[in-house]
């Protein structure tokens, strides 16, 4: 069983940056690969970053790509999510998760951990 902490939420101006952090408990943390996804009030959980077992590898939304950064610190086991220029439309419940599956995934089916979701909130 992992458990995901997450931190870092908080209420921004438009344009301004924030960086998540998620400590998954465990000493494999090098065995998931890991991911952010956010919820929007009345809207469907959506993937935004995901980076792989080694940190080789990310992917990003469409929507976030050139804004948002995911990376991963194997010795702090801990995966960021730093996200510039945010915009009103970022606002959401993000979720830190994590799945032991190879490769990195874009649907929220594919992974197995979650967190407990931290607020971001972006005023206009």
């Known amino acids: 069983q992992v458990q995901l902490v997450e931190s870092g939420g908080g209420l921004v101006q438009a344009g301004g940056s924030l960086r998540l952090s998620c400590a998954p408990s465990?000493?494999?943390?090098?065995?998931?690969?890991m991911a952010w996804f956010r919820q929007a009030p009345g809207t469907e959980r959506e993937f935004v970053a995901g980076?792989?077992?080694?940190?080789?590898?990310?992917y990003y939304a469409d929507s976030v790509k050139g804004r948002f950064t995911i990376s991963r610190d194997g010795a702090k086991n801990t995966v960021y999510l730093q996200m510039n220029s945010l915009e009103p439309e970022d606002t959401a419940v993000y979720y830190c998760?994590?799945?032991?599956?190879?490769?990195?995934?874009?649907?929220?089916?594919?992974?197995?951990?979650w967190g407990q979701g931290t607020q971001v909130t972006v005023s206009s």
């Open positions: 998760a994590a799945t032991p599956r190879p490769g990195v995934g874009t649907s929220r089916h594919e992974y197995d951990y």
């Open positions: 980076i792989s077992r080694r940190g080789s590898s990310t």
């Open positions: 465990g000493r494999t943390f090098g065995s998931y690969a």
